[in-house]
Antibody, heavy 118, light 109 residues
Framework: QVQLVESGGGLVKPGGSLRLSCAAS????????MTWVRQAPGKGLEWVSY????????YYADSVKGRFTISRDNAKDSLYLQLNSLRAEDTAVYYC???????????WGQGTTVTVSS | EIVLTQSPGTLSLSPGEGASLSCRGS???????LAWYQQKPGQPPRLLIY???SRATGIPDRFSGSGSGTDFTLNITRLEPEDFAVYYC??????????FGGGTRVEIK
């Protein structure tokens, strides 16, 4: 079945880095835009970044621009998010989400937790 | 940048009652790109409605969406116990941003 599985979360000190991964299965990954959405503890949803199907178009939320980098490897059916210069306010569950323009964010992973704390 | 404001913040209702959730945009945008999501504790969000009024696969017909311009509504008729959750609207007509509203919690009265 259609599935997205995130990994790579963990506890990191302020200023540190992490690389999140998302493994896709059950659909033709290279046909779809992909996004990362995060949710801080007890808070709402925040869109972080998205990448076009080919990887040629990328956008970031202002809150992460210059610190986070989204990428994909269509040969490996995988999406990535490199998180650098992490801050306490980046603490959140990070969801990998399929973005199909007519339908919105139609497939969500279970999320991976990033905690930034000294 | 379009800002989405959801109201009310919390809705206290009993099973069997109807719910009406509002999502208002700071500027007009295409209804083709307005979605609603449901999120239960400890779970990722689930797509309910896309294109303002189309139900996603497997979504019961007690959920309906409507609206255009800047004002959108999610209606739930006859609340079932599993419908008590947080609901988010989102506009996805970007680039560059895919904005979410702040959410409405539907709780059991």
């Amino acid at each position: 079945q259609v599935q997205l599985v995130e990994s790579g979360g963990g506890l990191v000190k302020p200023g540190g880095s992490l690389r999140l991964s998302c493994a896709a299965s059950g659909f033709t990954f290279s046909d779809y835009y992909m996004t990362w959405v995060r949710q801080a503890p007890g808070k709402g949803l925040e869109w972080v970044s998205y990448i076009s199907s080919s990887g040629s178009t990328i956008y970031y939320a202002d809150s992460v621009k210059g610190r986070f980098t989204i990428s994909r490897d269509n040969a490996k059916d995988s999406l990535y998010l490199q998180l650098n210069s992490l801050r306490a306010e980046d603490t959140a569950v990070y969801y990998c989400v399929r973005f199909w323009r007519p339908y919105g964010l139609d497939v969500w992973g279970q999320g991976t937790t990033v905690t930034v704390s000294s | 940048e379009i800002v989405l404001t959801q109201s009310p913040g919390t809705l206290s209702l009993s099973p069997g009652e109807g719910a009406s959730l509002s999502c208002r945009g700071s500027q007009s945008f295409s209804s083709n790109y307005l979605a609603w999501y449901q999120q239960k504790p400890g779970q990722p969000p689930r797509l309910l409605i896309y294109g303002a009024s189309s139900r996603a696969t497997g979504i019961p017909d007690r959920f309906s969406g409507s609206g255009s311009g800047t004002d959108f509504t999610l209606n739930i008729t006859r609340l079932e116990p599993e419908d008590f959750a947080v609901y988010y609207c989102q506009q996805y007509g970007g680039p560059p941003r895919l904005t979410f509203g702040g959410g409405t919690r539907v709780e059991i009265k």
